[in-house]
């Protein structure tokens, strides 16, 4: 039985709770992640809201997490570890934490939007009953 449900008795009466409650948070299997992220291709992304040139392996651009006036491209992404990293600001991470920083969402939201994207399914059918 899951932590944060109430010891309800009858399986009806367990399935009526979970279907109403907010208090338990579904969790996302961690192979469903890391298929979501090698479904997401960071550079594809990315290059959606930037424009992206190629500087041998990686490609550069202008940071939209801060201002800069000399409007050098200190904005990496990097298609072979699947990461970004801005060299003025530090702004950096996933493909997960790029689209949480650049559309304001929270991991769950963001993770959500990219397996849409890739056609993948986060939750797995649910039990229908707890026990």
């Not at 009466?13 to 961690?30: F, G, L, Y």
């Not at 960071?42 to 550069?60: D, M, P």
């Amino acid at each position: 039985m899951f932590a944060c449900a109430p010891n309800l008795a009858g399986s009806a009466a367990r399935e009526t709770w979970w279907s109403q409650t907010n208090m338990c948070k579904r969790m996302i299997d961690s192979d469903t992640i890391k298929a979501i992220g090698e479904a997401n291709d960071i550079v594809k992304i990315i290059g959606q809201s930037l424009k992206l040139e190629r500087s041998g392996n990686n490609y550069k651009g202008l940071c939209p997490f801060h201002e800069s006036e000399d409007r050098a491209a200190t904005f990496y992404v990097s298609s072979q570890r699947q990461v970004f990293h801005c060299f003025d600001c530090g702004a950096g991470g996933s493909v997960f934490r790029w689209v949480m920083m650049h559309d304001d969402l929270d991991f769950e939201a963001a993770t959500r939007k990219l397996a849409d994207r890739a056609g993948i399914a986060l939750w797995k059918a649910r039990p229908t009953a707890l026990g």
